[in-house]
């Protein structure tokens, strides 16, 4: 599992343009709704838990509001690009059981 964090962090590093500085977070999800703010173009979110996290990911404007169970999931293991044009202003993240979930933003 380290392995594919270390790819999936060199391949971020690899695609940030050199003016850009790449930012970090890491979330332990649960069963209660948590909120980060991310005020970015691009976010990876990665789920190192083997419990599925679901998501609800917040453009720039945009009321931000919790994820719940029916909000978009994403396994354990997996990991998800975004990028909006508009920029992305936050992330709400929930799971069932607990789960370490990394963010990373540029």
Not at 46 to 67: H, L, P, Q, Y
Request: net charge neutral; proline share 2%; aromatic share 8%.
């Amino acid at each position: 599992m380290r392995k594919i964090l270390a790819l999936v962090l060199c391949g971020l590093l690899l695609s940030v343009a050199a003016y850009a500085e790449l930012r970090g977070s890491t979330v332990n999800a649960y069963s209660g709704s948590q909120t980060v703010a991310v005020d970015a173009g691009s976010l990876t979110v990665v789920n190192s838990g083997s419990a599925t996290v679901f998501i609800r990911v917040f453009e720039a404007g945009n009321t931000i509001g919790d994820a719940t169970t029916t909000s978009p999931a994403l396994a354990g293991g997996a990991t998800l690009n975004l990028s909006r044009p508009n920029g992305i202003s936050a992330i709400s993240i929930v799971s069932a059981s607990t789960s370490t979930v990394y963010l990373y933003y540029w």
